[in-house]
């Protein structure tokens, strides 16, 4: 499980983007937090065009299928749509991680139980 924004971790970061203009300007190897599709379709085809890592929210299983389609690193969605889209993750075999937000560590082992890849403390 990956673990990101908790304090006892060293995890990588997301920048939040809505332009080619911004994802330009992140640091190298870095990854960028794009807005719920259909709105950032041409930043979601811009990163995968260009090889660069992201992270994407989501808000019904549709938007993750094509996340990941779109060649998406991660999908960022609510903890009760990140339990339905694990097993059609697994099913389907997805490159794309599914990410849970939380509010508290406590979560983390709830999201732990259901097999989500990993969680983000808001």
Request: proline residues 4%; charged residues 25%.
């Amino acid at each position: 499980m990956k673990i990101f924004g908790h304090h006892w971790i060293d995890s990588e970061p997301f920048y939040s983007v809505k332009s080619q203009e911004d994802i330009r300007e992140t640091p190298a190897n870095s990854i960028v937090l794009l807005p719920t599709l259909p709105s950032s379709l041409d930043l979601a085809k811009y990163c995968q065009k260009n090889s660069v890592a992201y992270a994407i929210k989501v808000e019904n299983i549709k938007d993750a299928i094509f996340a990941n389609l779109l060649g998406a690193k991660y999908t960022l969605s609510s903890k009760k749509l990140a339990r339905e889209l694990m097993p059609i993750a697994q099913n389907y075999l997805f490159d794309t991680q599914v990410l849970a937000e939380i509010e508290s560590d406590s979560e983390i082992e709830e999201m732990a139980k259901v097999n989500v890849d990993g969680v983000v403390l808001k």
